[in-house]
């Protein structure tokens, strides 16, 4: 599988801002960063009007988006990174909520916060969080060790197996997960008891205020966003990230040259899966409830949509990916105007697997890459390049014209 | 501690109930019902396999030509004056066949010509700027939804409520299940035998289009080298259009074969599990390999129906799943390999 190559001319703003970005130094960079990010988390609270959904809770769906962007970023290491495609990413994410219900769920015999368990009741949730990612990895260990000496089209096959699989298990083994009526009262963590939220900040039960549970649980995803970008970024320019770069292009090649394809792609399928997991975990506290229903394929399907969407192989082009996956139906959700322009929001609503799809087609028809392309950095020299390369587009613009000089592959 | 151990492995085993005596009472009946469901499995692999074949991509959304095909047939049938009671119609044994066939007609034409201009409008302006195969699978499944909502918001707007939505359409039954004979202890009903009979003529004459025509060795010349077969005067386009067109078809005679052995199946949804299996069944041949599909289809349809009893009903879709990740550890490329486009000497 390659990855879509980008045969316009650079230049455009894009490029620009990315080429002025990755020029600063880190610190000035934080500058930059640290506003934005906390522009990102007061959204909810701002209640800007043509933003704010109007049918559902502005702060549950950013926290929804929260979490699918977390498992974006997972499914972009294993899709857009290594460049293997995996339709059955929902199975990890299910096995991370599983992992936390079946634990402090009172319903499941594995209950650990009980009277003789080694869980407290306010603090399970995080000290599950951990066991969560570990089993998800484990579970990734177990299905890659098998499976990722199949290529391309037979892995899409086997992992949507995968997926399958575990939906199936949670909805069969009745006495463990409930089957089809689920595990309830997961455990969330339990702070910030007042008067006003007598069970927490982080209660489902804490609706319909402004600073609701949603928002709570936006802010803990979005904190842990950061964690693994700044995780995932890392890995990406080390030697590891270089080895996915070479699978994804050539698999063949890669392996001539000395890559040991199979432990990288190993590597690539265990960190996705526990970043699944992580995210799994955060769903299963946040609703505190899992049924079988929730992890069908078909999410599998709207993950990957995201990482495609956004522009596979791009951080932050996954995350606006999951954003419209998330945004775009509650948006239309009980509005019956835009801007003054009567529509019907709610039918919209219904329709939007039908819009969904189409956008996806056309979109992949004018714009394959995605909505925000990744660029091939020469990773090995990194930074030095953009600068050098930038102070010579700089002086050859200032002198003759348009630079010649080809930084991006 | 060894104690919660035993406890724990009680728990997991025991919803699954390993009834070892079912199966072995009931192995033939088991063999012939799962042959059945194995036929329509095949017939709607062949669609999968071929384009895989020809254009390396997974067609995801195949499963909803079929589920196309199941109104197409329904459709006919209304058009034919049938009220869709629940009932089982009484017309005959000629009139029956001929009913089926204009159904079956009826329900390929759908199909074929779904299939057909899906690849004209999603699949052909990709090919035009030579997109990666991701891109490809990603307009499948965005044509996978926009046909399943096709189905259940709009077309009951244009048909008054008589066609999709979001309910199942209530059957038109023309053929109640009657045993016909009886072999090893099992009987064999009409409706199987309706189905292996269509499925294997449907399944034969497609083989020998592909491996004795014209067309058929137009359609392996392309799968092999596309460069060498279009410098041969093979017209690609056409080979593509040609293989997207004998999918589909295949699809909508498989849609009728499957709304006999399920009546209430025909639901914008119900496309969906069963395209997975057929994909999986032309993964198990060895996809791209039409006789793989064919074989694969029969395989996955026998074994989950013995995996159905052997475990309970709830696993049948598991053991499907499972016997496809064990056979491609052992068979990285299906049982019968990648062949479609392989020379004959």
């Known amino acids: 599988m390659t990855a879509p190559l980008d045969s316009r001319p650079r230049g455009g703003v894009g490029d620009g801002f990315r080429l002025w970005w990755n020029a600063l130094p880190r610190p000035v960079q934080w500058v930059f960063g640290v506003p934005f990010i906390a522009l990102l988390a007061a959204l909810p609270l701002l209640n800007i009007p043509l933003l704010t959904t109007v049918g559902t809770n502005f702060g549950s769906v950013m926290a929804q988006f929260g979490m699918i962007a977390l498992i974006a970023i997972g499914l972009n290491v294993v899709v857009g990174q290594a460049g293997l495609l995996d339709l059955g990413y929902v199975g990890f994410y299910a096995v991370g909520a599983y992992t936390v219900a079946l634990l402090t769920s009172p319903d499941s015999p594995w209950n650990q916060t009980g009277p003789d368990g080694w869980l407290s009741k306010d603090w399970a949730w995080l000290a599950v969080l951990p066991i969560a990612m570990a089993i998800t990895a484990l579970s990734g260990l177990l299905l890659g060790s098998p499976t990722l000496r199949l290529r391309g089209d037979y892995l899409a096959i086997v992992t949507l197996g995968f997926g399958e699989i575990v939906r199936l298990l949670a909805d069969n083994l009745e006495e463990i997960t409930g089957g089809g009526r689920g595990l309830s009262q997961v455990a969330y963590p339990r702070v910030g008891v007042t008067d006003q939220f007598p069970l927490g900040i982080f209660s489902a039960g804490n609706v319909g205020k402004t600073l609701n549970s949603g928002v709570w649980w936006y802010w803990v995803s979005l904190f842990l966003i950061i964690v693994v970008l700044l995780f995932v970024g890392n890995l990406e320019r080390s030697r590891v990230g270089r080895a996915w770069v070479a699978i994804r292009e050539d698999e063949d090649a890669a392996e001539i040259m000395g890559v040991p394809t199979f432990k990288f792609k190993l590597w690539a399928f265990v960190i996705g899966a526990s970043i699944g997991g992580l995210s799994g975990a955060l769903y299963a506290g946040q609703v505190q409830f899992v049924v079988p229903t929730n992890f069908n394929v078909i999410n599998s399907v709207l993950f990957l949509c995201a990482v495609v969407l956004g522009g596979q192989g791009n951080k932050l082009g996954v995350i606006l990916g999951a954003f419209i996956i998330v945004y775009l139906p509650n948006f239309f959700l009980g509005r019956t105007e835009i801007l003054g322009i009567p529509i019907d929001g709610d039918s919209i609503a219904e329709y939007k697997y039908l819009f969904f799809g189409l956008a996806l087609m056309v979109l992949m028809i004018f714009r394959p890459q995605g909505l925000i392309p990744v660029r091939q950095k020469l990773l090995a020299y990194g930074r030095q390049l953009y600068v050098a390369a930038r102070r010579r587009s700089e002086e050859a613009t200032t002198s003759s014209g348009p630079s010649t000089v080809e930084v991006n592959k | ?345």
């Open chain 2, 1 to 345: 501690m060894t104690g919660s151990w035993a406890q724990a492995a009680q728990v997991l085993t025991g919803p699954v109930n390993f009834n070892i005596d079912a199966l072995g009472t009931n192995f033939w009946q088991l063999t012939i019902d799962g042959l059945a469901y194995g036929a329509i499995y095949a017939l709607v692999a062949v669609g999968y396999t071929l384009v895989y074949g020809v254009l390396r991509l997974i067609n995801f959304a195949h499963s909803e030509i079929f589920m196309l095909g199941m109104f197409g047939q329904y459709a006919v049938l209304l058009l034919l004056g049938f009220t869709p009671s629940g009932n089982v119609y009484a017309e005959g044994t000629l009139m029956t066949i001929f009913f089926l066939g204009t159904a079956m007609l009826g329900g390929m034409v759908v199909s074929g010509g779904a299939a057909v201009g899906l690849e004209r409008l999603a699949y052909r302006p990709l090919r035009k700027r030579n997109a990666p195969s991701l891109v490809f699978l990603i307009t499948a499944i965005g044509a996978s939804f926009v046909i399943q909502e096709f189905v259940h918001y709009i077309l009951p707007q244009l048909t008054n409520n008589e066609l999709g939505g979001v309910n199942a359409q209530i059957p038109i039954r023309l053929v109640a299940p009657e045993e016909q004979f009886s072999i090893f202890g099992a009987t064999v009903t009409n409706i199987t035998l309706i189905i292996v009979i269509s499925a294997l003529i449907l399944a034969v004459a497609t083989d020998m289009f592909v491996n004795r025509t014209k067309f058929g060795r137009g359609i392996r010349a392309v799968a092999q080298d596309p460069t060498t077969a279009t410098l041969m005067g093979v017209s690609r386009e056409r080979v593509i259009m040609l293989t997207f067109l004998i999918g589909g078809l295949l699809a909508g005679a498989a849609a009728l074969l499957y709304t006999l052995r399920v009546p209430n199946g025909i639901i914008y949804s119900g496309g969906f599990i069963l395209g997975i299996k057929a994909f999986c069944a032309a993964v198990l041949g060895g996809i791209g390999n039409l006789r793989g599909a064919l074989l694969g289809g029969l395989i996955l349809g026998v074994m989950e129906n013995y995996g159905q009893v052997l475990f309970g009903t709830g696993w049948r879709d598991v053991v499907a799943f499972v016997l496809l990740i064990l056979i491609l550890m052992f068979r990285p490329t299906g049982i019968l390999g990648e062949s479609l486009g392989r020379a004959r000497v």
